[in-house]
């Protein structure tokens, strides 16, 4: 029996809690935010957040599935049957209808809920980051942030958080894109400095929060002749990259989007969050419509 208590621990604590709270944590923070999610480093802290995370989800789900569903999902004879087949098998026993029942009950209905989960977990974490986003909470409510403090940084987003004074923020209109300047080091001279827009980053691997390299548009050089005078020189080129172990510091300059242009990107913010709203009612309505036809039977040849 110790080896089936086991089995049940490592099979309910895997599947149904560690793997959905990954895959939501994968979803939740991807794009700028994927490094978040690093194995590489802090495997206990990853592990536990997926275990809490997969907790969450999975008191959630079965009690959603079980408030809605006409036969509630009971994980403890998906177990039992896992147990029973590891025993018969420890047991040696040479039955060849051993595997029957549970290959019905798993394929016929704990698979599809096991990737049922696993693509709710997935949606979720998904559809909470969008929200987050598109509504700025992260911005408002340390909570909800984002541990990539660059993207605040780079995206102008930085200028909306509380601890700033409003007076420094010249504008309210969104950011459209960031002109940076960049003091690097240079191994055959004084340190550099380069100018331009920035196209993209990329944090370092084992530490998220460095910058492992930077990319600017129309990239310049500025430098200092021995008479004093600072030339501007353009980097010939389409990508001009700057290594992050290279860079000293960093000055941001934000430019927004005009009035016209601030009116056009409100409105396809509204349009888009409508859209959301009008697609999540329409599932909604189709998931409690199918689960009250499936829960009444209406689906039955007898009925028609």
Known sequence: ME????VYAVVFIFFFIVVPGYIFRRFYCNGAFSKQVNWTNNILANFLSSFVTGIILSVGILFALNTFSKTPINLDKFLLSIDNLIVSVNAQDENPDKFKGFTDSFYYRYLPFILFFYFTAAFLGFFSIKSIQKLGLDTRFKIFRYENNWHYL???KLLKFKKFDPSIQTTQRRVKYTFLDVLAENSSEKPTLYSGLIADYDLNFRDPSK???????????YKKLNTGEVTLKTIPGNIFTILGSKIININCTYIGYDEAEEIAEKYKVKRSILVTAQTISVVLFLLILVSFLTSYNFFRANFF
């Open 3 to 6: 080896v089936s208590l086991g």
């Open 154 to 156: 780079f995206s102008g």
């Open 211 to 221: 910058l492992d390299r930077i990319y600017l548009y129309k990239a310049t050089r």
